[in-house]
């Protein structure tokens, strides 16, 4: 009741703070509070509300560490994003440049990640300083490195429970996750895809069975519908660790390629009805030749941002899946699996920051990008539909 109270009087002195705010511009003449609504003066208000408080968090609350470190990391990835896009405006083709100077700084922050992620997957054997099913002498080491409060220098993250380097494994844990997340995307769209273009060609009732199996399918609640199937799909697979790991893929393709078969569908149905389909149809072309050559290209710039909104959702439940115990196995680094197991140490938080951090560094991986896909697929979505910055 208090909390809610105390919100209630925070919106009200917003909207009064709104009102004011509004009112006083209006007296001073100036041309932009001529128009401007209360939505938008409370959003002002609002910003400013929220920026006092971040400014308070980190530099006159002792216990804000987490949110300070929080904003080091955004500056960081700020500063880098800018110098990458600023270092592909002067490097690189003529078609590159132009590509750079259009892009936005949000595009470029998601490009960079997306790059040091990739970065990180393929060359996590030598970058991690040890294997992520190695297991040392000394359990639980705490974080940071020095010998004085529990730490290792040859474990800068720490160990955890059964004595695996916590940094191998959060390196490691890219190469399995974002590498299954990206393989299991791709065979949604090869399935949904095909299927969908086939549908929007053919028509009839191909095209009406299909789209009826599609919606019983999406009817079901997908991260529900795949824990059930995991659930049995673990009994089949036993002590199998890689035939687990396959059904997860193929049970996450099924359940997301109904989406991409809807999206294909109402993409191709809109293609097929061109006069460059119907002159291919009049030369004897094929099936094949119709959706490979003349429907996927035209159809690949909504197809392309499609995949990394799928991403996000296979990544997303990936981990959701391993969090709740049913998605990659043990001995295999997975960054859900980590922060269920390292999820006890946010306990530490009142002594040991960095100890209470580390199930947050897994889950603070996930959620950076997914940032990142959503804000580079946001720019190729703009750019596909032709509107200029």
């Known amino acids: 009741m208090i909390v ?28 932009a509070f ?61 078609a590159t440049k132009r590509l750079f100077r259009a892009m936005p700084l949000t595009a470029s922050f998601g490009i960079l990640t997306i790059l040091l992620y990739a970065v990180v997957a393929i060359f996590a054997g030598s970058i991690a300083p040890h294997g992520q099913e190695e297991i040392f002498a000394r359990v639980n080491i705490l974080p940071g490195g020095n010998p004085e409060f529990g730490g290792d220098p040859a474990f800068p993250l720490g160990t955890d429970q059964i004595g695996r380097d916590l ?28 299927l969908g273009f086939l549908a929007a060609t053919l028509g009839g009732w191909l095209d009406q069975l299909l789209s009826r199996m599609v919606d019983v399918l999406m009817a079901i609640p997908s991260l529900i519908f795949a824990l059930l199937l995991m659930t049995i799909a673990s009994a089949w697979a036993g002590s199998e660790q890689g035939l ?34 119907e002159a291919a149809k009049l030369r004897g072309e094929g099936m094949g030749y119709l959706i490979f050559r003349e429907i996927l290209p035209n159809a690949m710039a909504p197809l392309l941002a499609e995949f990394g909104l799928r991403f996000c959702f296979v990544f997303l439940t990936i981990a959701s899946l391993s969090f709740l115990g049913v998605g990659i196995q043990p001995p295999l ?46 720019w190729m979505l703009h750019r596909s539909s032709g509107l200029k910055e």
Request: hydrophobic share 65%; net charge positive.
């Open 167 to 194: 940094l191998s494994r959060l390196i490691f844990g890219a190469q399995n996750t974002v590498g299954i997340a990206f393989a299991t995307t791709l065979l949604a769209f090869l399935l949904g895809g095909t």
């Open 244 to 277: 687990l790991t396959l059904y997860m893929i193929f049970i996450i393709a099924l359940i997301d390629s109904t989406r991409v078969y809807r999206l294909a569908r109402a993409v191709g149905g809109n293609i097929v009805v061109m006069d460059y389909i």
């Open 4 to 31: 809610l109270t105390g919100l209630a009087a925070t919106i009200a002195g917003l909207l009064l703070a709104a009102w004011v705010f509004r009112f006083f511009g209006r007296m001073s003449g100036r041309p």
């Open 34 to 94: 001529r128009d401007m609504g209360m939505t938008s003066a409370f959003g002002w208000m609002l910003a400013v509300f929220l920026l006092f408080w971040a400014v308070r968090l980190y530099f006159f609350v002792d216990g804000a560490v987490f949110f300070r470190w929080a904003v080091q990391g955004f500056i960081l990835f700020a500063v880098m994003a800018f110098l990458f896009r600023l270092l592909g405006r002067y490097l690189g083709t003529a």
């Open 333 to 378: 680094a997975d960054w859900g699996t980590m922060v269920r197991d390292l999820s006890q140490f946010i306990n530490f938080a009142a002594f040991s920051p960095l100890t209470a951090a580390l199930p947050l560094m897994a889950a603070g991986a996930i959620a950076l990008l997914t940032v990142a896909v959503s804000f580079t697929v946001d």
